[in-house]
């Protein structure tokens, strides 16, 4: 699966410089900051940056996470938001009013990624480990250095012919969610590639199926986007 391009960032984009740069050799930035650089196709700017934790087990990567934690704090950032996947930080600026002091955030959002294993699922180890985990040939996109990006190896072909390939399913209703997501950004999956969830969904356990249902049930179509994130996040989405 293994390609490499090199890239060279926007200079406006200083959290995803500095989220390179604070993984260091213990983390790496994956996921759509890495792909929208790999892209042909332009998307405008990245709105957050994922870090996943190095380890080969889930205690040596829950303190790399810690690490990428206190590297963080060190510089400026500070914890915004806390959920079942991630912890994300962002830069903040305190101006003093009159009467009370007033906080900005800054730049965009950096998540790092909360070490995490299941059958279907894992969310920290190696480059080439946490890109295989990914749905599509065109998520599959990871910084080695500032300047040189990982990806799949059919990532340029699938992405400039804005074809959807699946090669994992952590959850068929995930990924058909994530299926709608890349529509609307101008990709398309054939009938081959949409009969891959259908399959999956028939080798999942009773118990698994029941669950999701009685989880999907729950759904109003009015929700906010606020319901659907949280929705998202149950589902280990990205």
Known sequence: MIGLMSQIYANHEKDLVNAIRLAGDIGFVAGGAARKHASSWSYGPISDVDIFCKGRSVEEAQKNFNLIHNNLILNDYEPTADSPNAMAYQRIKYVQH????GAYKLGIPIQVIKPFKNEWMQTYG???TVLDQFDFTVAKAAFLTEKDILVHKDFKKDDDAKRLVIKHINCPIAVTQRLMKY?????HASLVEV???FTEWETRGPAYRQNLRELVSRVDPNMNEQDIMELERLLRMD
């Open 195 to 197: 009969f891959k969830l």
């Open 98 to 101: 009159t009467n009370e002091m």
């Open 126 to 128: 190696s480059p080439v």
């Open 183 to 187: 529509h609307k950004k101008g990709y």
